[in-house]
């Protein structure tokens, strides 16, 4: 860890993560200019409102679900986006299309478009980041839409895999 020239200790991005996986408190330390510029981005890329932040910090985690239950901290361009046309356009054949109409129907019915959104964000994020996740696992499989996205890599119509097994 660097020191500045009053001897205070200057944390780059490593030595942040290291203290807070230690549960540490980082008062009275500074962080390099780069880890507080990426931290100010991505508040700004987001949109995250600092003053409702604050406001939640001394709640229960019912009521901080029950608050946050519709809020995905995801850049505009994906909370904003058209999920149904997205999954729709990565489709090739009429088979392709009728099950993914038929899934969208399903994550529509129980409010879960958002879910979709932020899963394209997720795979997106971690594509650019080269961070490498699993092939598939569980009833998530049985999903051709969480295919086309990119969660898994399993083809749940190649294998004829029920969507009642996942959305149950």
């Avoid at 200790?9 to 330390?29: F, R, V």
């Avoid at 029950?66 to 901290?73: A, I, L």
């Avoid at 149904?84 to 009429?94: A, C, D, G, H, W």
Wanted: net charge negative.
């Amino acid at each position: 860890m660097k020191q500045d020239n009053l001897g205070r200790c200057i944390l780059n991005e490593q030595d942040a993560l290291e203290l807070l996986y230690k549960g540490k408190s980082i008062d009275n330390i500074y962080a390099e200019q780069k880890v507080i510029d990426q931290y100010n981005k991505s508040v700004i890329d987001n949109e995250i409102n600092l003053e409702k932040l604050k406001s939640i910090v001394d709640i229960d985690i019912e009521t901080f679900d029950q608050q946050n239950q519709n809020n995905w901290y995801m850049p505009l361009e994906y909370r904003n986006m058209d999920i149904i046309e997205y999954v729709l356009s990565k489709t090739q054949n009429e088979q392709q299309k009728q099950r993914v109409l038929q899934e969208l129907g399903m994550f529509v019915e129980r409010g879960m478009e958002n879910v979709l959104k932020f899963m394209v964000y997720l795979v997106d994020t971690m594509r650019k980041n080269n961070i490498v996740w699993g092939v598939g696992r569980g009833s998530s499989v049985s999903s051709y839409v969480l295919y086309l996205i990119g969660i898994h890599k399993v083809d749940s119509i190649k294998f004829n895999l029920d969507i009642k097994e996942f959305l149950r």
